[in-house]
T-cell receptor, first 117, second 111 residues
Framework: GAVVSQHPSRVICKSGTSVKIECRSLDFQATTMFWYRQFPKQSLMLMATSNEGSKATYEQGVEKDKFLINHASLTLSTLTVTSAHPEDSSFYIC?????????????FGPGTRLTVL | TQLLEQSPQFLSIQEGENLTVYCNSSSVFSSLQWYRQEPGEGPVLLVTVVTGGEVKKLKRLTFQFGDARKDSSLHITAAQPGDTGLYLCAGVLRGSYIPTFGRGTSLIVHP
């Protein structure tokens, strides 16, 4: 199946710093990427939908100035958590839509564990 | 109210038992995906179903899409400890491309 990578896999930072997470589709072009947040033993919470070359669409309650998303190319989207605080600690997962087969299908990255001290 | 109701939320069974996970909705989906996620990793796609009444098999896993494309089920035969994980269904509504996830089913298979 299609491969999506995510970097870094784990990051620990001090409160007030900014953290950038990269999401790449390795063997296909993804016009749409999604960013999710997941709490332990819970389902995925969609944060925003990222379309290449345009502004991201954020879900209700997600601060766009806090979570900056840039989808600069068909294979790369980045999520920057600005001025991170301990409550931002979570598991962040990206997915890319497409990759052959059914266009509705999403392929997920391995996730990034963010810990803010 | 969840658009996609997934049940059960938790399941703890012994090796060798059978189980079924359900995803139900009052909305019609153009497609529905099932994923399995292990702790600390991203969800891995198991199957995509698009045709009403469709049945797909993946070794001991059987996936069914309802005739009206409003519901789906995942049946595991003779569960093994390696099946342990969080199972997620995700449906894409007709006319949309943004998936809706169920709450997930956390499965533990004891040896």
């Amino acid at each position: 199946g299609a491969v999506v990578s995510q970097h870094p896999s784990r990051v620990i930072c001090k409160s007030g710093t900014s953290v950038k997470i990269e999401c790449r589709s390795l063997d296909f072009q993804a016009t749409t990427m999604f960013w999710y947040r997941q709490f332990p033993k819970q389902s995925l919470m969609l944060m925003a939908t990222s379309n290449e070359g345009s502004k991201a669409t954020y879900e209700q309650g997600v601060e766009k100035d806090k979570f900056l998303i840039n989808h600069a190319s068909l294979t790369l989207s980045t999520l920057t958590v600005t001025s991170a605080h301990p409550e931002d600690s979570s598991f962040y997962i990206c997915s890319a839509r497409g990759g052959g087969g059914y266009t509705d299908t999403q392929y997920f990255g391995p996730g990034t564990r963010l810990t803010v001290l | 109210t969840q658009l996609l109701e997934q049940s059960p939320q938790f399941l703890s069974i012994q090796e060798g038992e059978n189980l079924t996970v359900y995803c139900n909705s009052s909305s019609v989906f153009s497609s529905l995906q099932w994923y399995r996620q292990e702790p600390g990793e991203g969800p891995v796609l198991l199957v995509t179903v698009v045709t009403g009444g469709e049945v797909k098999k993946l070794k001991r896993l059987t996936f069914q899409f309802g005739d009206a494309r409003k519901d789906s089920s995942l049946h595991i035969t003779a569960a093994q400890p390696g099946d342990t994980g969080l199972y997620l269904c995700a449906g894409v509504l007709r006319g949309s491309y943004i998936p809706t996830f169920g709450r997930g089913t956390s499965l533990i298979v004891h040896p």
